[in-house]
């Protein structure tokens, strides 16, 4: 038992399942994927090497991995109806990076949106490799509306023919027009990425529009909305296939984890349930009367509120700044990020922003009636009403305790039991 072999790691296991079980997690990059999804992340799986695809292996013994990465394959494409999948990207900045490697030259110019106004660094920012290797430029969102300037982003493509245009975004809370990426694309030559880690959940469900008609390649990590394990998939069109492929393996991966395979496929098939589509469903109804409750105190949300599973408060007319305001809702339980608004005064380090969504939340099975309670209760520790806030924060762990009824995490020894507040 991990308990007794290595009862310090056992130990942090132990006290950071307690802090989710007890906490009430806003960060709209994290999720509680099922016990199941979990289990098998701990299969022999893990011990398998397999570097290369499906029936053409570097190495023997893959008849079931074989199996195993067909199946993730399969369901991804009914989840996205996309042509071509590739499963085997560990994170969503290597399959960023894959996609560069397939489709670009060292040196050539990518247009992405702007880190601090809700782009990923992995979208050109200069301290990155795709910032390093390539010409990177930004298009901004508008910093009076929080919208993306879909005129500014045609203008900036023309002026700068990109090899490579990168849509997709970790702090917009707003629907992406994928198909006027597209023309603009289009028109100066160039090929389009949508990195949908965010919404992929909400697109399989049918809450975003699809990118699949008009992107030539997609990426996602499959642990945000899409409630699966750490990773990340490819989706591109079938003239691609074979080039995406080559830069997965041996581009810029060896061996894929096949333990994480097997459950992203056990994640979609989950995800390919009616159940799920109820969840993403009740997760972009919360974040909109999450956001909406939050006006109603008095709060700014960046483009007046939320199309998706996210948004930015804005908090210019409040005294605090991002980081004070994470770092006091963290001591009642409360975890969200401090993040940027466009055109944000303060530096990242400090923003006049803090970013909220509701995918963990909603997993844990909060509805839509809660959102104005749990606004009050974030707005209580802002003022310094500690006690009012934390009253409710109880009130709503135990009436929403994580994997209630999981018997396999209860044997791992997690989640088996609430710790005082
Ligand atoms: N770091 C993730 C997020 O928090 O949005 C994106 O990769």
């Keep these: 038992m991990l308990k007794d072999t290595d009862p310090q790691i056992h130990n942090l296991i132990t006290r950071e399942s307690y802090r989710q079980q007890n906490e009430i997690m806003l960060i709209p990059s994290e999720n509680t994927p099922s016990p199941e999804v979990i289990s098998v992340l701990s299969s022999v799986f893990t ?30 494409k009914k989840l996205f109806g996309a042509d071509h999948v590739n499963v085997q990207p560990h994170s969503g900045v290597q399959a960023n990076e894959a996609v560069f490697l397939a489709c670009l030259q060292p040196g050539d110019p990518i247009l992405g949106m702007g880190l601090y106004h809700g782009g990923h660094l992995s979208h050109g920012l200069k301290v990155n ?98 409630r699966g394990p750490r990773g990340a998939i490819i989706l591109c069109k079938e003239e691609y296939a074979k080039a995406i492929d080559k830069a997965v393996f041996p581009g810029v991966q060896g061996g894929p984890h096949m333990h994480t395979i097997a459950a992203k496929a056990v994640a979609f098939e989950e995800a390919l349930q009616p159940e799920f589509k109820s969840y993403c469903q009740n997760v972009v109804v919360n974040s909109s009367h999450l956001a909406q409750a939050l006006i109603g105190l008095g709060y700014s949300i960046v483009s007046g509120g939320t199309d998706n599973h996210l948004f930015i408060v804005d908090l210019r007319n409040q005294t605090l700044t991002g980081k004070d305001s994470e770092d006091i809702l963290a001591k009642v339980g409360i975890i969200v990020n401090k993040n940027t608004l466009p055109g944000d005064p303060r530096s990242p380090q400090i923003t006049s922003g803090i970013r909220m969504g509701t995918p963990a939340i909603t997993s844990r099975g909060f509805v839509p009636g809660d959102m104005p309670q749990l606004a009050e209760a974030i707005h209580f520790a802002l003022i310094g009403e500690t006690f009012k806030s934390q009253e409710i924060i109880e009130y709503f762990i135990r009436k929403y305790p994580l994997y209630p009824h999981s018997k396999t995490l209860r044997e791992f020894g997690y989640f088996h039991e609430m710790s005082p507040v």
Excluded: M, W
């Excluded at 398998?48 to 695809?53: F, H, L, Q, R, V």
């Excluded at 289009?186 to 389009?192: C, I, S, Y």
């Design 47 to 76: 011990n398998k090497y397999a570097e290369g695809y499906p029936g053409k292996r570097y190495y023997g013994g893959c008849q079931f991995v074989d199996e195993v990465e067909n199946l993730a394959i399969l369901r991804a």
């Design 129 to 226: 490799l795709s910032g390093i290797y390539f010409k990177p430029y930004a298009y901004q969102v508008d910093i009076n509306t929080g919208l993306i300037d879909y005129n500014q982003v045609e203008e900036i493509a023309l002026k700068v023919k990109p090899k490579l245009i990168i849509c997709g975004a970790s702090a917009y809370s707003r629907i992406i027009d994928f198909k006027a990426f597209a023309s603009i694309a289009q028109k100066v030559g160039a090929k389009l990425l949508a990195d949908v880690a965010h919404i992929s959940g909400l697109i399989a469900t049918g809450f975003h529009p699809s990118p699949v008609p008009y992107a030539d390649f997609i990426t996602t990590t499959t642990h945000k909305t899409l």
